[in-house]
């Protein structure tokens, strides 16, 4: 008969046995897993949203904010960004503008001549500078609403038009960035009546 001392070496022996993990089985793909870029690896550039008021024949310009965010140890010096929207949607690209910090950084901008390719006007815009473009909103893009709509041709939901994008961008040495991110804007043209306040009310 074996003895209590020898009963709770063989007990805890067993117990400790259980808690080891088995494996039986192993993986047989060697196919690598699909690499996933981490945050900040790709640089960015996006454009923003506006509403410009319409109704009683006043329009106000519409104001798309084109932001950029560096990649991580990659600075960009050079970017061209392609705009694309379509042209019968009552809007009309006329401007683009830089920011005070691009401004103070020694950058520029100039806009190709825009094209039309059926009912897509593209336009190219290029802010270029011989030091690293900041981060932030570097410039605007100015569109002319050019007619206004009618509740009707809005609908209950207004209308949104999307502004495409596709950027290249370089660094200050002129080598291109290959990781290169884009988003798209919009301009909402909503029905937005002007209310004229009677004199007498407003004394």
Wanted: proline share 7%; net charge negative; with cysteine.
């Amino acid at each position: 008969m074996l003895s209590a001392p020898v009963l709770r070496s063989l007990l805890v022996g067993f117990l400790t046995v259980q808690s080891l993990p088995l494996v039986f089985s192993q993986r047989l793909d060697t196919t690598p897993d699909p690499v996933i870029p981490e945050a900040g690896e790709s640089l960015q550039v996006t454009l923003g949203h506006d509403s410009p008021n319409l109704g009683a024949n006043v329009f106000r310009d519409g104001y798309v904010s084109l932001t950029l965010t560096n990649a991580v140890g990659i600075m960009a010096g050079k970017l061209i960004v392609k705009i694309s929207y379509p042209n019968q949607e009552g809007i009309e690209f006329e401007r683009a503008e830089l920011t005070p910090d691009p401004k103070a950084s020694g950058a520029v901008v100039e806009v190709e001549p825009a094209q039309e390719e059926g009912d897509v006007t593209s336009v190219r815009i290029i802010v270029s500078s011989e030091n690293p473009l900041p981060e932030g909103i570097i410039g605007n893009l100015v569109f002319k609403v050019t007619r206004e709509l009618s509740p009707e041709e809005l609908g209950a939901e207004g209308l949104l038009v999307t502004l495409e994008s596709k950027t290249s961008a370089w660094t200050t040495d002129g080598q291109e960035i290959a990781q290169v991110v884009s988003g798209p804007g919009t301009i909402d043209l909503d029905y937005a009546p002007v209310v004229f306040a009677c004199l007498f009310y407003m004394h």
